[in-house]
């Protein structure tokens, strides 16, 4: 019922308007009461006040006398898996235009943008670059620092600084954005020059293709004929034989003739599991960057330069806000922004931490159950192959007392518990003790390479 419902109001209304008011919406049948569920308080007052009529006249028209109450309020429906809120409307509900993902698999509608191309056979291979992601609106960190200058050198001299270039890290970094960068670098100097943007997935359905209108020749010409490939997510080769069998004999032609490749993939190379050794260890031939997570005065800067881009004056203390608050990638800041920037225009009201609070409410609920001093505890105690116990024992033997003092530090920097209550959650300790260990593991974060790396792999388990 609800669905077709949404699918009437989705061919009524302008696209911006449904997929900003409508789309968020969670249903639930209670007894006879249909309970559409709003993540925040606007969306919630917004809907009631435009849509509700509309939405209890489809009501009426599709169940006539068996019409549910309608209901609204702000939460989610019980039960309902929390991982991402947007995401899990759109699994939950079918779009209006019936068309599932495809069974064929060729729907690339994922995060990546990937262009969609459709049926263009292979030898009208299109760039498919973004043309929006350039160096110059990449905003720089410390945690990006390396891999976007050896992405610049990449395009300055192309086949011949680093090949390939492999970037990797977690999800949302930037390592996409930075391929395209090269290429739109590349093209720019070049307008001639032949670059080739792919994710992997559309790599090999594309050679699967090609297999099967027996063309597979004339398609390796055509890879082989670019200046620069660019491979992305490459983790997604992992188990398909035949496509590495082709890949890596491609691979091996551009580097031989120094035509650039740059691949990305969201670990180190050597731990992508299904993928050949021969083709893992090719990989690692230029250089291998990580991109990390960007620290908070990063994410603060990418606020305040995305919402510059949107012409949306943005307070430096709500862009501090939400950046302390959302703390694992940049595009799940990017989607905050959006939200802030979307409520502040239709209601017209001065965007402060309340009214941050309030757009972003759901996004701010979901990264707090997450990330929990017990988990944290948890996460840490595994990490090191400790007892959770440990964490609040009075041990102080250094295989214990690391450990716990780093778990201190990540509680300050993932949670919003204070020194002293951090404190208390270790057994007790005093604030001051909290506060040392901060400090010393800032310092052996610096100083000592492992620290650095367990650090980060920390961070990054307990907020993806
Ligand atoms: P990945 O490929 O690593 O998953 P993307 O390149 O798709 O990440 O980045 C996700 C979003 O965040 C994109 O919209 C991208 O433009 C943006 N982004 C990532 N890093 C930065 C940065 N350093 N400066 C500006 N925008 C960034
Ligand atoms: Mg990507």
Redesign the pocket.
């Known amino acids: 019922l609800w669905q077709n419902c949404l699918e009437t109001l989705q061919s009524e209304l302008p696209s911006q308007q449904y997929n900003m008011w409508v789309r968020p919406l969670q249903v639930q049948a209670i007894n006879n009461d249909l309970v559409l569920f709003a993540p925040n308080k606007f969306v919630l007052d917004w809907v009631r006040d435009k849509y509700a009529d509309r939405i209890n006249e489809l009501l009426t028209e599709l169940a006539g006398t068996n019409k549910p109450n309608l209901k609204m309020e702000v939460g989610s429906r019980a039960a309902a898996p929390v991982a991402n809120p947007t995401l899990q409307v759109g699994n939950n509900f079918a779009p209006s235009n019936g068309q599932n993902s495809s069974p064929s698999g060729t729907n690339f509608n994922n995060?990546?943008?990937v262009t969609q191309i459709g049926q263009t056979p292979p030898q009208t291979l299109t760039s498919n670059l973004k043309e929006s992601?350039v160096f110059d609106?990449?905003?720089?960190?410390k945690s990006?620092q390396l891999a976007r200058a050896a992405a610049s050198q990449v395009a300055d001299n192309p086949g011949t600084a680093f090949n390939p270039l492999f970037l990797y890290?977690s999800?949302?970094?930037?390592?996409?954005?930075?391929m395209h960068a090269v290429g739109n670098e590349i093209r720019q100097r070049n307008p001639d020059a032949k670059v080739v943007y792919m994710h992997s997935e559309r790599f090999v359905q594309d050679m699967v293709k090609a297999i099967q209108t027996n063309s597979i020749e004339e398609w390796k010409r055509h890879y082989r004929s670019v200046d620069a490939l660019l491979i992305?997510d490459i983790q997604f080769f992992a188990g398909k034989e035949r496509s590495q069998e082709e890949f890596f004999h491609t691979f091996n032609a551009l580097l031989e003739s120094n035509h650039q490749i740059i691949l990305?993939s969201d670990r180190y190379p050597k731990e992508i599991d299904g993928v050949e050794e021969r083709l893992k260890s090719r990989f690692g031939w230029g250089l291998t960057i990580i991109?990390e997570p960007?620290e908070l005065e990063?994410r603060v800067a990418?606020l305040m330069?995305?919402a510059h881009e949107s012409n949306f004056d943005l307070p430096h203390e709500v862009a501090f806000f939400i950046a302390k608050r959302l703390r694992s990638?940049?595009?799940d800041l990017?989607g905050a922004l959006n939200r802030v920037i979307a409520n502040a225009n239709f209601t017209g009201k001065a965007v402060t931490i309340d009214f941050t609070k309030e757009a972003l409410r759901d996004m701010l609920a979901l990264q707090e159950k997450l990330v929990t001093i017990d988990n944290i505890q948890k996460t840490v105690a595994e990490y090191y192959k400790i007892k959770v116990a440990d964490m609040s024992s009075k041990s102080r033997s250094r295989s214990v007392a690391r450990p716990r003092q780093i778990a201190m530090a990540l509680s300050k920097e993932l949670t919003n518990h204070s020194l002293p209550e951090i404190g208390a959650a270790f057994g007790g300790r005093d604030h001051t003790t909290v506060l040392h260990a901060c400090r010393k593991v800032t310092e052996l974060r610096e100083t000592t390479h492992d620290i650095k790396e367990d650090f980060s792999n920390l961070v990054r388990t307990l907020s993806s």
């Not at 609106?137 to 960190?141: C, L, P, Q, S």
């Not at 999800?171 to 930075?178: F, I, N, Q, W």
């Open positions: 995060t990546n943008n992601y609106n990449f905003v720089e960190g990006n890290g999800t949302g970094l930037g390592k996409t954005h930075l992305d990305t991109i960007p990063t990418i330069k995305k990638n940049v595009r990017e």
